[in-house]
C-alpha cells in the first residue's frame, strides 16, 4: 500500500522569523533533530535514507533496493506538518543535498568521498537535478586538476571532500590539495567566489569563508585558526590567536 501523506510532529519551536532569514539555497543531508522519521523507514527498510532540506520543508527518501529517490514537500501548521510526494527520480545516490526551495537536488554516487581504483575521467562526481530532472553532471576530470595528488587507499583513491550548499546556495567541494570549487545549483556549471572591493590595510591578511560567504581582515601578528568537525568539513567558527589574547569568530 502508497503512503500518501506523512504526518510529522516538530517537537523543537524554531521562530518564524529565523526561518525567514535563511537563505533560499542552503541545505543539510542530517535527519534533523525533534522530527520524526516517516512510517515508511522502519527497521526492515535498511536499504532507504532520509534527506533533508536545511528548512526541514523538503526530504528525499533514497532506496537503494528499487533504485529510486522520492522527494516530498512538508506544509507546516504550527508544530505539526504533513509530507506530499513531488517528484520522483529513477536513480540511486549515496549522498544528496537538498535546498530550502525544494526544487534543487545535488547527489554523488561516491563512498566515503573516495574514487574507486578503477574510476574514468569522464565519469560524474556530482550530479545536478531540477524537479527530479537531470540538469548536468560534473566529470572527475573537471574537478581533479592533478591526477599526481590522489591519494590511493584500500577502498580508492582520495580526492577530495563534498561540503555542500553555502549561504549563497552554491555547492562547494574541496579537492585533495584544499581547494575550493563552486557549482551553480541552477545550472550545475562552475562559478566564483563574487565578492565586494574593498580597500587592503596595509601589514593585514586576509581570510574569506567560501560557506558563509563572508571575508575579513586581521593584523599580520595575529594567528588564524579554523575549527573543523571530525570530517574534515567546517564547524562555523574560527579563532585569532596572539600570545594570550584569543578572539572568537561565529
Given at each position: 500500500?502508497?503512503v500518501?501523506?506523512?504526518?510529522f510532529?516538530?517537537?523543537?519551536?524554531i521562530?518564524?522569523?529565523?526561518?525567514?532569514?535563511?537563505?533560499l539555497c542552503?541545505s543539510?543531508?542530517?535527519?534533523?533533530?525533534?522530527?520524526?522519521?516517516?512510517?515508511?523507514?522502519?527497521?526492515?527498510?535498511?536499504?532507504?535514507?532520509e534527506?533533508?532540506?536545511?528548512?526541514?520543508?523538503?526530504?528525499?527518501?533514497?532506496?537503494?533496493?528499487?533504485?529510486?529517490i522520492?522527494?516530498?514537500?512538508?506544509?507546516?501548521?504550527?508544530?505539526?506538518?504533513?509530507?506530499?510526494?513531488l517528484w520522483?527520480?529513477d536513480?540511486?545516490?549515496?549522498?544528496?543535498?537538498?535546498?530550502n526551495?525544494?526544487?534543487?537536488?545535488?547527489?554523488?554516487?561516491?563512498?566515503?568521498d573516495?574514487?574507486?581504483?578503477?574510476?574514468?575521467k569522464?565519469?560524474?562526481?556530482?550530479?545536478f537535478?531540477?524537479?527530479?530532472?537531470?540538469?548536468?553532471?560534473?566529470r572527475?576530470?573537471?574537478?581533479?586538476?592533478?591526477?599526481?595528488?590522489?591519494?590511493k587507499?584500500?577502498?580508492?583513491?582520495g580526492?577530495?571532500?563534498?561540503?555542500?550548499?553555502?549561504?549563497?546556495?552554491?555547492?562547494?567541494?574541496?579537492?585533495?590539495?584544499?581547494?575550493?570549487?563552486?557549482?551553480?545549483?541552477?545550472?550545475?556549471?562552475?562559478?566564483?567566489?563574487e565578492?565586494?572591493?574593498?580597500?587592503k590595510?596595509?601589514?593585514?591578511k586576509?581570510?574569506?569563508?567560501?560557506?558563509?560567504?563572508?571575508?575579513?581582515q586581521?593584523?599580520?601578528?595575529?594567528?588564524?585558526?579554523?575549527h573543523?568537525?571530525?570530517?574534515?568539513?567546517?564547524?562555523?567558527?574560527?579563532?585569532?590567536?596572539?600570545?594570550?589574547?584569543?578572539?572568537m569568530?561565529?
Open positions: 500500500m502508497m500518501k501523506n506523512i504526518l510532529i516538530k517537537y523543537k519551536f521562530p518564524s522569523f529565523l526561518l525567514l532569514s535563511l537563505s542552503i543539510g543531508n542530517a535527519h534533523p533533530k525533534g522530527y520524526t522519521s516517516s512510517p515508511s523507514l522502519n527497521k526492515k527498510d535498511a536499504f532507504q535514507k534527506f533533508w532540506s536545511k528548512n526541514k520543508n523538503f526530504y528525499a527518501v533514497s532506496d537503494s533496493q528499487k533504485k529510486l522520492t522527494l516530498y514537500g512538508i506544509t507546516w501548521r504550527g508544530k505539526i506538518g504533513r509530507s506530499k510526494r520522483v527520480i536513480s540511486y545516490f549515496k549522498k544528496i543535498w537538498l535546498t526551495c525544494g526544487e534543487y537536488l545535488i547527489a554523488s554516487d561516491l563512498d566515503n573516495l574514487l574507486p581504483l578503477s574510476y574514468s569522464d565519469q560524474a562526481i556530482l550530479s537535478f531540477k524537479e527530479g530532472k537531470l540538469i548536468k553532471e560534473a572527475v576530470d573537471q574537478v581533479i586538476k592533478d591526477f599526481s595528488k590522489l591519494q587507499r584500500d577502498a580508492g583513491y580526492w577530495g571532500k563534498y561540503l555542500g550548499l553555502n549561504a549563497a546556495g552554491h555547492f562547494v567541494i574541496e579537492d585533495i590539495e584544499g581547494e575550493k570549487m563552486l557549482f551553480d545549483v541552477k545550472t550545475g556549471n562552475p562559478t566564483d567566489f565578492k565586494y572591493e574593498v580597500k590595510i596595509l601589514g593585514w586576509s581570510y574569506e569563508d567560501i560557506m558563509r560567504c563572508y571575508e575579513f586581521y593584523p599580520d601578528d595575529y594567528l588564524l585558526k579554523e573543523l568537525r571530525s570530517d574534515g568539513t567546517p564547524a562555523g567558527w574560527n579563532y585569532l590567536k596572539k600570545r594570550d589574547y584569543v578572539i569568530i561565529a
